[in-house]
């Protein structure tokens, strides 16, 4: 049937370009003859091979063969659509003819990277293009949706990442809202005593940003709040954030944590998850001196009131006339409307006890990195004291690093940051305790600024290095609090046994536990290990595939501060990259009613998730809102009348393609 | 592995079967480009067709390949509860268990025809998945539809100009 729009379908002008990508394509997939191919095809004017399609020259070469053979309809085959249907739609713009005249073949990915057999992947590539060339001479130009983007931000996660993503934006004038689901930000940072390799104190670097988030007029902070759901698309989200009851109006404390000093328990009791369970804390608490927001918590679970109603509640007492805390807080359900939104919901550290044989959780005196660094940290459990459970101070320790990292049996990735961490720690072990610390690798790995000097630096401070994977942890014979660390070195060939009072564990950084809950309501992807996947690991590492989310940190895999930080940044550059252009441009793939074949019939209305379809009960028609559709094309295929259709993915292309990939040669 | 004959000429005599893959842009397809990336290796003979959402495989796409010369379809999706579209895949589920009746009567047999969840991180399954269909219908051999394919195509054109 001839398109409206151009004429007889039939007469058609196609020119097709084929990739080598340098060998990439061309090693496996006989590049000339799919273009020898392409040549014999109908309404095919033009066909090319050439090094690299996507090269300025490999544009030019388009636009020039438009001038000069007055083609109407474009044909690349090469990478992924993801990677470089936007840079060739541009050519074909550039070129005089309609973007969507353009038809991309994947023959990298789909074709030369996974069949080494080079004349099964050249019939394959045929196969590909001569659907791609059927298939575009019934495309129709079409323009892309321009839609306005909403200049306020979301960033879900107050640590470090968050915290920088949030003030760059705020900074530029943009309103923030900063939801963290722990009662304060501060994240993984402010657990640490000291950053590597520069040693600078992590409380000193990271508080002042804390509160600068606080005391910012651009940012509303909501911390021990959670993102319950998010609607709408790019520019124009709707989310819904639960904010959980901390039984203390956020905006009467002060943050004076008199209400602690007199509550019934005159010691903790409750394990404080900010020490690692290494302290106790009481049921009204701040989670660690420098919180922020300086706002007490209460926690129903421990609190007798809650418990008992019978509580003399000193607390409010203490809290006089300020009136701060209120038993009878519920939680709060908000909708906030943004146009962009920064993932920036950290990692986990991987549990220790999934590796029985390195005795944590069995002998008191093996430890995770992490608690060493409480243990540390002067506003720790022992107020920056090094010493062992039983309070000793010890005077051997024994390090172990890639716990639950470059492990088959848990996770096959380098955790990154942990040889760094180690390394820091045994400095800091060392000069606090003068303690002999033997640290045990498998590969020292310090790629980073300064990393290798400060191994140096550590190596002559005088840490005894062992290269070996300690297989096995046990007690002494004299039962005397001291662990044997079993390893063969291998750069002496021989078994070492080790005596140490202290084993830290250096482990390593896993995916967040609800990190699968988190990708699903932001609907983006995750990769191997629940990390969220960006949407090319080199040219474009903080983007989604969905528009207007963007991820940093170490959500999307272990990385360092320094690493993380930059993220941030550059997270929050291309949201305020797009938040400035004001608009964004959409993929004109929306589906449509053709009224005329309309029968009123309903079938397509309850197929979108989305409520697109309206029916006008007056003509009896269905009708589709083409700012609500996202251009699944659900509806099209339920259609009994074929009066749904949908731009790009119109019933004719996809038979045409059918038939294109199914055709003879 | 059936005929795993030695000689090239009898691999080259090999029946090689033609299969159309129908995957999501979200999901599958990603998952395909991942393959691709990790240069995982997999039978060459599926044909991917690129849909936005696996809601978008209008039944009469797959009688459509059958039809036009394909020895097996393949659908991939997104799992369920992870769809782009947010439920786009249940209903090319509930589709695809009446189709399956319906190919059924036409004397096509099941493992022609696959509905496959995968993510976009799922490169090895999809291997998995295409090596093992492949094999399957290699072994049923080339498709003979009963009845005539007339009776089940639809031609592009004709669809356009109904």
Known sequence: ?665 | MPETTTGSAAAAERFEPRIVAFFCNWCTYLAADLAGTTRLKYAPNIRVVRVMCSGRIDPQFVLDAFAKGADGVLIGGCHPGDCHYESGNYKTLRRFQLLRRTLRALGIEDDRFRLEWLSASEAEPLKTVVNDMVEKVRALGPLHLEVPAEAFAAEGEEVAAR
């Open chain 1, 1 to 665: 049937m001839p398109t409206p729009e151009h004429g007889d379908a039939n007469a058609v002008r196609i020119g097709v370009y084929i990739c080598h990508c340098g060998t990439n394509i061309a090693g496996t997939v006989d590049v000339h003859a799919v273009a020898e191919h392409a040549g014999t095809l109908p309404g095919v004017v033009v066909a090319r091979e050439y090094k690299y399609m996507c090269s300025d020259p490999g544009q030019e070469l388009i636009k020039a063969d438009i001038r000069e053979h007055r083609l109407d309809r474009i044909v690349v085959a090469s990478c992924s659509p993801h990677l470089h249907e936007k840079t060739f739609r541009g050519a074909v713009a550039d070129g005089g003819v309609n973007p969507f005249h353009f038809q991309m073949v994947n023959i990298r990915e789909h074709v030369s990277w996974v069949h080494p057999d080079k004349r099964a992947g050249t019939e394959k590539a045929d196969a590909l293009v001569r659907a791609a060339v059927s298939r575009v001479r019934h495309h129709k130009p079409l323009e892309t949706r321009r839609v306005p983007v909403r200049s306020d931000v979301l960033v879900v996660g107050g640590g470090i990442a968050g915290i920088h993503a949030a003030l760059t934006l705020a900074d530029a004038g943009k309103h923030v809202t900063l939801v963290e689901r722990e009662p304060t930000i501060g994240g993984h940072m402010a657990m640490f005593d000291k950053t590597f390799p520069t040693l600078d104190c992590a409380a000193c670097i990271l508080t002042p940003k804390m509160t600068a988030v606080k005391a910012h007029p651009n940012i509303t902070l909501w911390a021990y709040a959670e993102v319950q759901a998010v609607s709408g698309y790019v520019g124009n989200f709707t989310v819904t954030v639960k904010r959980k009851p901390r039984y203390v109006r956020d905006d009467v404390c002060v943050g004076c944590q008199e209400c602690i000093d007199a509550c019934v328990y005159k010691v903790g009791k409750e394990p404080d998850a900010f020490n690692l369970g290494m302290s106790k804390r009481k049921p009204i608490y701040l989670p660690f001196p420098q919180a922020v927001p300086q706002v007490v918590t209460i926690d129903p679970e421990s609190c007798i009131e809650f418990k008992s109603g019978k509580c003399k509640k000193t607390c409010v007492e203490a809290c006089a006339d300020r009136h701060a805390i209120d038993f009878t807080q519920q939680e709060r359900i908000e909708t906030i409307e943004v146009g962009t939104i920064l993932l920036t919901t950290g990692f986990k550290v991987f549990d220790a006890k999934r590796l029985p044989s390195y005795g944590y959780g069995t002998y008191p005196n093996v430890y995770t990195a992490l608690e060493v660094e409480r243990l540390l940290n002067a506003s720790g459990p022992t107020a920056g004291e090094m010493v062992l459970r039983d309070g000793r101070t010890p005077r051997t320790v024994g390090i172990i690093h890639c716990i639950g990292s470059r492990d088959e049996h848990t996770n096959k990735h380098c955790s990154r940051v942990c040889c760094m961490y180690a390394l820091k720690l045994a400095h800091l072990v060392q000069e606090r305790t003068g303690a002999e610390v033997y640290d045990f690798y498998i590969d020292m790995r310090t790629p980073g600024k300064g990393f290798e000097e400060f191994y140096n630096r550590v190596a002559e401070e005088g840490v005894h290095f062992i290269r070996g994977k300690v297989a096995d942890v046990y007690p002494t014979a004299e039962q005397d609090g001291r662990l044997i660390l079993q390893a063969e070195d291998t750069l002496l060939g021989n078994v070492r046994r080790i005596p140490v009072d202290m084993v830290i564990l250096a482990v390593g950084l896993e995916a967040q536990a609800d990190a699968e809950d988190v990708r699903r309501t932001f609907n983006i992807t995750c990769g191997t290990g629940g990390w969220f996947t960006e949407r090319h690991p080199k040219l474009a590492p903080v983007a989604t595939f969905t528009d207007g989310v963007w991820i940093a940190g170490a959500c999307q895999g272990p990385k360092d501060i320094p690493d993380t930080v930059a993220q941030a940044g550059a997270a929050a550059g291309e949201a305020l990259a797009l938040i400035n252009a004001g608009h964004i441009e959409l993929e004109p793939n929306t589906a449509y009613i053709v009224a005329a074949d309309c029968s009123g019939c309903k079938t397509c209305v309850p197929m979108c998730p989305y409520k697109a379809i309206g029916f006008d009960a007056e003509q009896g028609k269905a009708a589709i809102n083409e700012v609500l559709c996202k251009g699944c094309g659900t509806c099209v295929s339920v259609c009994p009348s074929g009066s749904a259709r949908q731009n790009l993915f119109e019933d004719d292309e996809i038979y045409a393609e059918i038939g294109g990939v199914l055709a003879h040669a």
